[in-house]
Nanobody, 115 residues
Framework: QVQLVESGGGLVQPGGSLRLSCATS????????GNWYRQAPGKQRELVAS???????DYADSVKGRFTIFRDITKNTLYLQMNSLKPEDTAVYYC?????????WGQGTQVTVSS
């Protein structure tokens, strides 16, 4: 069973930065796409950023130029670097690993952007 464990969330002021991490025990991100989703209160879960098994990133328009998704294969970890944070980025952020019918999720980490 694949387990994904997120960390790095917290409270940050507008304009600040956070780095989220998603650790797993195996080399899953060598062959699985890695994704970060978020869900704000009263809203649907949305895809924020993704990276293919080959390392190609993609971003939602709302975070382009501010967020960076990357991975460290040697540490079996997926990251989301978030800069220039805005109050509307407040949400629970979820790590996801997906390949065909296999779909794994982390437990989520809260990010709150507020002054």
């Amino acid at each position: 069973q694949v387990q994904l464990v997120e960390s790095g969330g917290g409270l940050v002021q507008p304009g600040g930065s956070l780095r989220l991490s998603c650790a797993t025990s195996g080399s899953i991100f060598r062959v699985y796409a890695g994704n970060w989703y978020r869900q704000a209160p009263g809203k649907q879960r949305e895809l924020v950023a993704s990276i293919t098994s080959g390392g190609r990133p993609d971003y939602a328009d709302s975070v382009k130029g501010r967020f960076t998704i990357f991975r460290d294969i040697t540490k079996n970890t997926l990251y989301l670097q978030m800069n220039s944070l805005k109050p509307e980025d407040t949400a629970v952020y979820y790590c996801n690993a997906r390949q065909l019918q296999d779909d794994y999720w982390g437990q989520g980490t809260q990010v709150t952007v507020s002054s």
